[in-house]
């Protein structure tokens, strides 16, 4: 009783600690409209700190009948947040009323989600992406670890944003093909593998259109390593003093 009394008055002195730092966390995630959907990729790497602890993390998961879900960021957070959408889905099917879930009201109770535990001061430490199909309708948005949100032809998280949404801007088209929209986003997966540290060589690729959802098993990309960039980085890095 002592230890335990003891122990209470340390947590009043110091008040409720927070998390301040993400520890396993994934990198980014790309997300585009194409002709008949939503295609989403993402690498299976979790990073301890700078160290590529795992190696098979799926970060890409289907939420109800009509939603997909990516998350980049902490995966103990990512992993709260499917519990959470686990108990919305069952809470909504047990009202049996025909009716389901559309990915707009899921990317808004996300968005919901987000904002209330940043102003807790207990944010979720993720970076999201929402797509989804419903009645003939695509929606793509993403939601950020403070609740902001938007939605877009093509998202991406992290890294991703930097690198791969230039691409999408000059090559996306509304009527690309599955095919051709694969094709795309690989060439973004690739320049990521190239320039982020924490991307691995072990992607999923998912679609979800009105027949429901696939997500791919792991496959790699074919890579080369053979610029001179690569071989020599240092090349014409000499100061002129």
Known sequence: MEALAMKDSAISQNGTERTLYPYVTGTSVIGMKYKDGIIMAADTGGSYGSTLRYKSLERIKSI????????SGEISDFQELLRYLDELVLYDNMWDDGNSLGPKE???YLTRVMYNRRNKFNPLWNSLV???????????GMVSMIGTHFEDNHVATGFGNHLARPILRAEWREDLSFEEAVKLMEKCLLVLLYRDRSAINKFQIAKITEEGVTISQPYALKTHWGFSAFQNPSKGAEGSW
Do not use: F, I
Request: proline share 0%.
């Open 130 to 140: 929402l797509g989804g199909v419903k009645n003939g309708q695509k929606y793509l």
């Open 64 to 71: 109800g009948k009509h939603s997909l879900l990516g998350a």
């Open 106 to 108: 899921v990317h808004n």
